[in-house]
C-alpha cells in the first residue's frame, strides 16, 4: 500500500532529527536586527522608512505595488539605523533596513484582528500579513491563494511532509501549536469554499501523526495521510501527486491540477493573526548541526543576524567550516554569520570541515543512478554534459528547465559529480540565450 | 573575529560510497567464478588471468599517462576489473604474451583514447577479446585437454556441429558446476551466479538486463534451435553454454557501455539476445556474445537517443527532439 503513495525516485537520507525532542524555545530581540526587503520569491519592496526612524512592531517598513511581492514588517521596537544594499546570500545585493531595538516590543497601536467576511478581504488581509510559503520557497501566500480564474480548486493540501535532514521546526510547530493549525485549514476551506483537505506528513514523525489525526482528523472534510518517508516527499509536485495522483504539467503551477499547497506552519501562522492582528515577524527555526553547541527550535525575530541565533543556542562546540539557511540538501550556505533570519528560513545549520567540505568529484562512469534517483525522470547526467559544454540544444532538449534542483542526484553520485551546480549553470545557459533571442528580436523590430 | 565560511552550491549531503567501492564490489562478485576456474582448469589460469591484468593496467598507464599526459587513475580499480573480464573470456592455454597484449588493448584502445572510464562507447574487455579473435582465431579457440584427458570441443561447438560426428554433450548439470572447455572464467555458471547476486544485493547492477537478455536468447533458440521443427531447441543448453551468463551478468551491464533509460536498457538487452542467438545459430561461429556486446554498444547511443525519459509532468504525448 506505500507504493501507492510514492513518487519515482528519490533518496533514502539520514533523519538526523537531532531537535525532535526539544520543546522551542523563545529567544528574546537582538540588540539589532537586519531586516532584507526581498523576503520571498519575486519582486524587492521598497522602503517606506528612513534612517531615523521610530518603528513599532508589526509596523511595515516596506512594500510594492507589484503583484509579486509581500510586504515587510518591523519585528522589533526601535529606530532605524541604515537603510542601505547588503551583500546577501547568493551573492545578490539587497536593500535591507537596520533597526536597532529599543527593548520594549512596543506592537503597533493600529493592529486589530482583521474583518474577513469575505474572500476579497481574506485575500486582502493574507497579503497584509506579509505571508509567504514557510516551507522554504516564499512565495507570496496572497498570490497562491489567488488561483487564475479558470481554477476550480477542490483541494487543499497541507505540506507537513518535512523530508530534509536536521529540520523539525514544522514537527515542532504541528506538536505545538496544533489547534491553531485546525483553526488555520479552516479558515482556509471556509473562505477558499474548500470541502476537502489532506495533510500529508512523512511516516517517520508518528507522534505528529497522532496530534494531526487527534486534533485536525475528526474536523469535516480534513484526512492526515501519513505518506513513505522519502525526500523528496515535501517537493510540491511530489506531495500533490502522492496524496491525489495528480501531476503537475512541466511549468505549470498546483492550481492548474485544482490544488492548492500550503505549509503547516504558514497555516497555523494564519490562524493567530486572524486571532491578532500581528504579521509575521518572528520564526520557528531549528538550530543544529555538527557545530552547535544546543541544537534546538529556537522562536526568533525576522532580522536577527544569525551570529546572534547561534550565540543563543549555546554557540559553536567547535569551529564552523560551513553554515547553511535551510536544510542540507537545498539550503543556502552563507558567506557570512552577519546575514539574517527571514520569513522562510526553516533551518540553521552549521558543518565542521568533515561536513562542509564537499569531496572532489571524479569521472562518471554513467552508472545511471542520478537518473534513477531523479523525481522528475530527467537524466542529470546528460543535463551535466550539456552544461559543461554549453549546449544549448542538449540542454532544452534534455528538459533542463524541469529540474527543481532537490539534490538527489548530486547525493546518490558514487563519483561525487556536482551534477546541481551543473544544472543550475545550464539554467542560466538558457535563460541568457533566451535573453539575447529577445533582445534581438527587439532590436530587429526597432 | 567571523570565521571564514565556505559556500558552495547544494547539496551539501552526499551518500556514502564511491565508483572505486563499485569497482571493488565487481572484483569480489568475480571471487567464486575465478576460483572455479582455478579448480577446474588447475592453477595455471592465475598466469593468464595475471598478465590480463597486467596488461590491463599498463595500457591505462601507458595511454593515459604517458602518451596522453593526463593523471594516474590506476586506483579506480577498473583496469583491474577490465583485465579480469578479459582474462576470463580466454582460453586457459592461450599465450601469455596474448593475454598481456589484449588487457593492454582494452584500456588503451578501447577505453583511454576515448577519454577513459565511463567516455568508452564499446566494452574495453570484448572489444580486446574480439581483437585477439580476429588476429589469432586458432589460438583464440584451442581449448585444451578437459579434465578427464580428452581434447575438448565447447558445448556450443558440439551443439551445433559435433552431435552428427558422435561427439556428446555435457549433461546440464555439469554446464551449471562448470566442467567443461570454454573460456577459463565462462565455465561455471553457479559460480558466476554467486556473484551476480552479489552485485544485485549490493545494488550494483540491476536484474533487467541480465534477464531480457537471457530470455530472449532462451526464446529465439528454443523457437529455432532444431533445424527440423520449431519449437524444439536445445534452449538450457543454449543458455548454460559459452560466454553468454559471464557477458550477461558482467558485460552487458557495464555501466558506460549501456543505454541510460530503463526503456533503452530493455531495448538494449532483447539486441543482445537477438544477435547472440541468429549468431549462434545461422552462422558459421558457435559462439557471438561478444560480437553481439559490441555490435550492440555501437548501437547505444542511437537507442538513447530514442529513448530520452518523459520529464516527470511533460505532455503526454512522447517529448522527442
Known amino acids: 500500500m506505500f507504493r501507492r503513495n510514492l513518487f519515482r525516485g528519490g533518496a533514502h537520507l539520514p533523519h538526523l532529527k537531532t531537535t525532535a525532542d526539544h520543546p522551542t524555545v523563545v529567544m528574546p530581540p537582538p540588540n539589532k536586527v537586519i531586516i532584507p526587503l526581498l523576503q520571498h520569491m519575486g519582486v524587492i519592496c521598497e522602503p517606506t ?398 | 573575529m567571523s570565521p571564514t565560511l565556505l559556500v558552495t552550491s547544494s547539496p551539501h549531503l552526499r551518500a556514502q560510497g564511491s565508483s572505486q567501492g563499485i569497482m571493488l564490489d565487481v572484483i569480489l562478485a568475480l571471487i567464486p567464478a575465478l576460483g572455479a576456474a582455478t579448480y577446474f582448469f588447475g592453477l595455471t589460469v592465475l598466469l593468464p588471468l595475471t598478465f590480463a591484468v597486467l596488461g590491463a593496467l599498463a595500457g591505462e598507464y601507458g595511454m593515459r599517462v604517458l602518451v596522453l599526459g593526463r593523471d594516474n587513475r590506476l586506483a579506480d580499480l577498473s583496469a583491474i576489473v577490465t583485465g579480469l573480464l578479459l582474462g576470463m573470456n580466454l582460453p586457459p592455454s592461450i599465450p601469455l604474451p596474448l593475454a598481456f597484449l589484449g588487457g593492454a588493448i582494452a584500456t588503451a584502445f578501447v577505453k583511454e583514447v576515448f577519454g577513459g572510464l565511463g567516455m568508452n562507447f564499446m566494452n574495453p574487455a570484448m572489444g580486446a577479446r574480439v581483437f585477439l579473435f580476429l588476429a589469432w582465431p586458432s589460438l583464440m579457440t584451442s581449448w585444451g585437454p578437459t579434465l578427464d584427458g580428452v581434447a575438448g570441443a565447447t558445448p556450443l561447438a558440439i551443439l551445433k556441429d559435433g552431435e552428427a560426428a558422435g561427439q556428446a554433450l555435457p549433461d546440464l548439470f555439469h554446464l551449471f558446476i562448470g566442467d567443461r572447455a570454454g573460456s577459463l572464467g565462462e565455465t561455471s555458471v553457479l559460480a558466476l551466479l554467486l556473484g551476480a547476486g552479489y552485485l544485485v544485493l549490493r545494488k550494483v547492477i540491476r536484474l533487467d538486463v541480465p534477464l531480457v537478455y537471457l530470455a530472449t536468447v532462451g526464446l529465439i533458440t528454443w523457437t529455432f534451435g532444431n533445424k527440423t521443427a520449431l519449437f524444439a531447441g536445445n534452449f538450457p543448453v543454449h543458455l548454460l553454454s559459452g560466454g553468454l551468463i559471464l557477458a550477461a551478468f558482467f558485460m552487458a551491464t557495464d555501466y558506460a557501455t549501456q543505454p541510460v533509460s530503463r526503456v533503452g536498457k530493455v531495448i538494449f538487452a532483447a539486441g543482445l539476445g537477438l544477435v547472440t542467438a541468429v549468431i549462434r545459430l545461422y552462422t558459421n561461429y558457435p559462439e557471438g556474445v561478444s560480437f553481439a556486446v559490441i555490435l550492440l554498444n555501437c548501437l547505444v547511443p542511437l537507442i538513447d537517443r530514442y529513448t530520452v525519459p518523459k520529464p516527470f509532468g511533460a505532455p503526454k504525448a512522447a517529448q522527442r527532439a
Open chain 1, 49 to 446: 522608512v528612513q534612517e531615523g526612524d521610530f518603528v513599532q512592531v508589526g509596523q511595515i517598513i516596506g512594500d510594492s505595488h507589484k503583484a509579486m511581492a509581500a510586504p515587510v514588517h518591523s519585528s522589533v521596537s526601535g529606530t532605524v539605523t541604515n537603510v542601505d544594499f547588503q551583500l546577501w546570500a547568493g551573492g545578490i545585493q539587497v536593500l535591507t533596513v537596520e533597526i536597532e531595538t529599543d527593548g520594549l516590543q512596543t506592537p503597533l497601536k493600529t493592529l486589530v484582528p482583521p474583518t474577513i467576511t469575505n474572500k476579497a478581504e481574506f485575500l486582502a488581509a493574507v497579503r497584509v500579513s506579509g505571508l509567504v510559503g514557510l516551507g522554504g520557497a516564499g512565495f507570496p501566500a496572497h498570490v497562491k491563494l489567488s488561483p487564475p480564474p479558470g481554477a476550480k480548486i477542490d483541494t487543499l493540501i497541507i505540506n507537513a511532509a518535512e523530508c530534509e535532514p536536521y529540520i523539525t521546526s514544522d514537527y515542532r510547530e504541528i506538536l505545538e501549536n496544533s489547534s491553531n493549525l485546525l483553526g488555520g485549514i479552516q479558515l482556509l476551506m471556509r473562505q477558499l469554499g474548500l470541502s476537502r483537505c489532506i495533510i500529508g506528513i512523512e511516516d517517520n514523525k508518528p507522534a505528529a501523526i497522532a496530534e494531526l489525526k487527534k486534533v485536525c482528523g475528526r474536523a469535516k472534510g480534513v484526512s492526515v495521510m501519513p505518506l513513505p518517508t522519502r525526500y523528496p516527499q515535501g517537493a510540491e509536485k511530489m506531495l500533490i501527486w502522492a496524496t491525489t495522483r495528480r501531476s503537475v504539467p512541466t511549468g505549470k503551477f498546483p492550481s492548474d491540477v485544482n490544488v492548492i499547497v500550503m505549509n503547516v506552519t504558514s497555516v497555523s501562522f494564519l490562524a493567530e493573526f486572524a486571532k491578532t492582528g500581528m504579521p509575521l515577524v518572528k520564526k520557528k527555526v531549528t538550530v543544529a548541526g555538527p557545530c552547535v553547541a544546543h541544537p534546538q527550535n529556537v522562536e526568533v525575530r525576522i532580522g536577527t543576524p544569525l551570529k546572534d541565533v547561534f550565540a543563543f543556542a549555546g554557540g559553536f562546540s567547535s569551529q564552523p567550516r560551513k553554515v547553511i539557511m535551510g536544510g542540507p540538501m537545498m539550503g543556502v550556505a552563507q558567506h557570512s554569520l552577519e546575514t539574517a533570519v527571514v520569513k522562510h528560513t526553516n533551518a540553521l545549520l552549521a558543518f565542521g570541515s568533515e561536513d562542509g567540505e564537499l569531496p572532489e568529484a571524479s569521472a562518471c562512469i554513467r552508472c545511471g543512478r542520478c537518473s534513477d534517483a531523479c523525481p522528475m525522470s530527467l537524466l542529470p547526467l546528460e543535463l551535466h554534459r550539456a552544461a559543461l559544454r554549453n549546449n544549448l540544444e542538449d540542454l532544452s532538449k534534455y528538459g533542463t528547465m524541469a529540474c527543481m534542483e532537490c539534490g538527489c542526484c548530486s547525493f546518490v553520485c558514487p563519483s561525487k559529480i556536482h551534477l546541481v551546480q551543473a544544472i543550475r549553470l545550464g539554467k542560466t545557459q538558457l535563460r541568457i540565450a533566451a535573453a539575447r533571442t529577445l533582445a534581438r528580436a527587439e532590436g530587429a523590430a526597432k
